[in-house]
Nanobody
Framework: QVQLVESGGGLVQAGGSLRLSCAAS????????MGWFRQAPGKEREFVAT????????FYADSVKGRFTISRDNAKNTVYLQMNSLKPEDTAVYYC???????????????WGQGTQVTVSS
């Protein structure tokens, strides 16, 4: 069992930056691939980024490539999402998730956090 808690969301102006954190409980964090997803109001949840257990295999959605960076610190049981050059269309609730393998699909993950709100003003 893995419990995930996101933090770091907030209100930021367009062009600004935020770093989201996702802290995981449990001793097996390092064995899980991790993903970030987001859900904007009135829209379906969408894939943002994913990282494998060792951190050397990463994949991004085209909409965030070059602006967002996913990373992990297995010693701290934490995965991060550094978000730069934020745009109003990045406004959403951001969720982290844990699963056995990297995936761009929600069904590829077994555990989810409660989400953290990111609001980007124009």
């Amino acid at each position: 069992q893995v419990q995930l808690v996101e933090s770091g969301g907030g209100l930021v102006q367009a062009g600004g930056s935020l770093r989201l954190s996702c802290a995981a409980s449990g001793r097996t964090f390092s064995s899980y691939a991790m993903g970030w997803f987001r859900q904007a109001p009135g829209k379906e949840r969408e894939f943002v980024a994913t990282i494998n257990w060792s951190g050397d295999n990463i994949f991004y959605a085209d909409s965030v490539k070059g602006r967002f960076t996913i990373s992990r610190d297995n010693a701290k049981n934490t995965v991060y999402l550094q978000m730069n050059s934020l745009k109003p269309e990045d406004t959403a609730v951001y969720y982290c998730a844990a699963g056995p393998n990297r995936s761009i699909w929600e069904w590829g993950y077994d555990y989810w956090g409660q989400g953290t709100q990111v609001t980007v003003s124009s």
